[in-house]
């Protein structure tokens, strides 16, 4: 059945609001809403309840990209000034990809789960993340008691969907001896969250567009022991260039690659800009041909899908790939990942305690004896150049650029959307149209 799907565009503010929240005791979970599984009956899908869960989301960022990073979940007023669009949109979820964890996100979070929206959290931030150049001494304490902190943050709200462990600190050929990182601090946040007692919340990495490894990562981060595997895995694809099609994008060879994977998939970014954007993909991702092996997607970036339709199988797959070989695709020699570091292993009793915030002196060089893993590291060295760490904040480090672009045409929602801006500034503008 066909249904109508309204896609429209967005627009990413450049706000100078930069309120932030007086610092948490607890978090509070005020209005509940189902939790999204991925455990239980033996399919590789998200579900809330007994019905199987679809993302339609958008990446939400405002300022983001812009240098400084600010909280958008802290700031009420805004975050509640735009769920008023995102329920015109029909979006289920949101995804931020940076977060103050000393903030008070109350009272956004509650807002968010009355209009039934829930939440996909990058947890790290610009200065706390894993350093795509140099990843043994990043992989710290001091990194992961922000990280954990984080986590004691959202665990309490029902519409936390998902915390991702990493987005893109795989960003190109040459640095896969990350891996192992990525994958050692994925196995630590489902170690916390089950060792603090919190509700089974779901724990994945967010792979970059990279044609040489975006597969290879999938298996990695789907072979070895349970407490080893991730909960899901999300791509973020940029191959459907309006104009496009199933075929053309190829989005067909992605389905026939992924098929029979045995953890969740979706796409954490969508939306090339390379022509003129249509959407025309929102009716793919959603259709019958896609729905069987991707979970839906967010639309980068604040910007709309409409509502799925097709029920889709699921894959009936749960089970585990098998770990790449080293290659010269694939830079890591043993399937042995890192030791948590023993000054990190303790806050899985104690907890982590207060996080460091967005303004702290950062964690990418803290590695040292005490604070960095003793145990087997299995990256070889890095040849890489790249210095950039790995930032919470995608597309300002690497990737897709998003230039400017004005909006063509206006549907009634697009009006309100330019009429509310009035005089703000605006950084982007995507075109609006219906599919
Ligand atoms: C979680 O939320 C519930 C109410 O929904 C509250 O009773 C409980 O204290 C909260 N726990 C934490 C750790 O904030
Ligand atoms: C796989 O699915 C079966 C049920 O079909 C379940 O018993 C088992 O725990 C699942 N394994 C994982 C790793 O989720
Ligand atoms: C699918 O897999 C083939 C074979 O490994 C690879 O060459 C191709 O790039 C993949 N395509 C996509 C879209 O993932
Ligand atoms: C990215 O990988 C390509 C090979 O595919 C290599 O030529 C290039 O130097 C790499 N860039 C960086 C920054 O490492």
Same mark, same amino acid.
């Given at each position: 059945?066909?249904?109508?799907?309204?896609?429209?565009?967005?627009?990413?503010?450049?706000?100078?609001?930069?309120?932030?929240?007086?610092?948490?005791?607890?978090?509070?979970?005020?209005?509940?809403?189902?939790?999204?599984?991925?455990?239980?009956?033996?399919?590789?899908?998200?579900?809330?309840?007994?019905?199987?869960?679809?993302?339609?989301?958008?990446?939400?960022?405002?300022?983001?990209?812009?240098?400084?990073?600010?909280?958008?979940?802290?700031?009420?007023?805004?975050?509640?000034?735009?769920?008023?669009?995102?329920?015109?949109?029909?979006?289920?979820?949101?995804?931020?990809?940076?977060?103050?964890?000393?903030?008070?996100?109350?009272?956004?979070?509650?807002?968010?789960?009355?209009?039934?929206?829930?939440?996909?959290?990058?947890?790290?931030?610009?200065?706390?993340?894993?350093?795509?150049?140099?990843?043994?001494?990043?992989?710290?304490?001091?990194?992961?008691?922000?990280?954990?902190?984080?986590?004691?943050?959202?665990?309490?709200?029902?519409?936390?969907?998902?915390?991702?462990?990493?987005?893109?600190?795989?960003?190109?050929?040459?640095?896969?001896?990350?891996?192992?990182?990525?994958?050692?601090?994925?196995?630590?946040?489902?170690?916390?969250?089950?060792?603090?007692?919190?509700?089974?919340?779901?724990?994945?990495?967010?792979?970059?567009?990279?044609?040489?490894?975006?597969?290879?990562?999938?298996?990695?981060?789907?072979?070895?022991?349970?407490?080893?595997?991730?909960?899901?895995?999300?791509?973020?694809?940029?191959?459907?260039?309006?104009?496009?099609?199933?075929?053309?994008?190829?989005?067909?060879?992605?389905?026939?690659?992924?098929?029979?994977?045995?953890?969740?998939?979706?796409?954490?970014?969508?939306?090339?800009?390379?022509?003129?954007?249509?959407?025309?993909?929102?009716?793919?991702?959603?259709?019958?041909?896609?729905?069987?092996?991707?979970?839906?997607?967010?639309?980068?970036?604040?910007?709309?899908?409409?509502?799925?339709?097709?029920? @889709? +199988? &699921?894959? #009936?797959?749960?089970?585990? $790939?098998?770990?790449? *070989?080293? =290659?010269?695709?694939? !830079?890591?020699?043993?399937?042995?990942?890192?030791?948590?570091?023993?000054?990190?292993?303790?806050?899985?009793?104690?907890?982590?305690?207060?996080?460091?915030?967005?303004?702290?002196?950062?964690?990418?060089?803290? @590695? +040292? &004896?005490? #604070?960095?893993?003793?145990? $087997?590291?299995?990256? *070889?060295? =890095?040849?890489?150049? !790249?210095?950039?760490?790995?930032?919470?904040?995608?597309?300002?480090?690497?990737?897709?650029?998003?230039?400017?672009?004005?909006?063509?045409?206006?549907?009634?929602?697009?009006?309100?959307?330019?009429?509310?801006? @009035? +005089?703000?500034?605006?950084?982007?503008?995507?075109?609006?149209?219906?599919?």
């Amino acid at each position: 059945m066909k249904s109508t799907i309204l896609a429209y565009a967005a627009i990413s503010l450049l706000t100078t609001v930069t309120a932030k929240g007086t610092p948490l005791l607890a978090a509070r979970a005020s209005t509940t809403v189902t939790p999204v599984t991925v455990t239980g009956n033996g399919n590789a899908a998200f579900y809330q309840g007994s019905d199987r869960f679809y993302i339609r989301g958008v990446a939400y960022q405002p300022g983001g990209g812009t240098g400084a990073v600010t909280d958008p979940i802290a700031d009420a007023t805004s975050c509640k000034r735009d769920i008023v669009y995102f329920k015109k949109l029909g979006i289920n979820t949101i995804r931020v990809y940076a977060v103050d964890n000393t903030a008070d996100h109350d009272e956004c979070m509650n807002a968010l789960a009355e209009a039934g929206i829930y939440l996909i959290l990058d947890t790290d931030t610009p200065k706390y993340s894993i350093n795509r150049a140099d990843p043994v001494p990043s992989y710290n304490s001091v990194y992961l008691q922000s990280v954990f902190a984080t986590i004691d943050m959202f665990a309490n709200y029902t519409n936390t969907l998902a915390f991702l462990s990493g987005n893109e600190v795989i960003n190109n050929a040459t640095n896969t001896n990350c891996a192992p990182y990525v994958k050692a601090v994925t196995r630590d946040m489902k170690e916390y969250i089950k060792s603090r007692s919190y509700r089974t919340i779901p724990v994945g990495y967010s792979a970059a567009d990279v044609a040489e490894n975006q597969q290879l990562m999938a298996e990695y981060m789907n072979c070895g022991t349970d407490e080893q595997r991730s909960d899901f895995y999300a791509i973020n694809d940029y191959s459907w260039c309006d104009p496009s099609s199933y075929t053309i994008s190829g989005w067909d060879q992605l389905v026939k690659n992924y098929t029979g994977y045995g953890i969740p998939l979706f796409m954490s970014e969508y939306g090339c800009i390379t022509n003129t954007r249509t959407f025309g993909e929102v009716a793919a991702l959603y259709s019958d041909e896609m729905t069987a092996v991707f979970s839906g997607g967010l639309v980068y970036e604040y910007s709309n899908e409409g509502n799925g339709y097709g029920d @889709g +199988d &699921a894959s #009936t797959s749960n089970s585990s $790939s098998t770990c790449p *070989s080293q =290659s010269d695709q694939w !830079d890591v020699t043993t399937d042995t990942l890192p030791v948590i570091p023993s000054a990190a292993a303790k806050f899985m009793t104690t907890g982590a305690g207060t996080g460091p915030g967005l303004d702290g002196a950062g964690s990418q060089t803290s @590695g +040292d &004896a005490e #604070t960095e893993s003793g145990g $087997s590291a299995t990256a *070889s060295s =890095s040849t890489s150049s !790249d210095t950039a760490s790995a930032s919470s904040t995608k597309k300002s480090d690497a990737g897709v650029q998003v230039p400017p672009v004005m909006l063509k045409s206006l549907s009634p929602i697009g009006v309100v959307f330019v009429a509310m801006l @009035g +005089d703000r500034q605006y950084r982007r503008a995507i075109d609006i149209m219906y599919v």
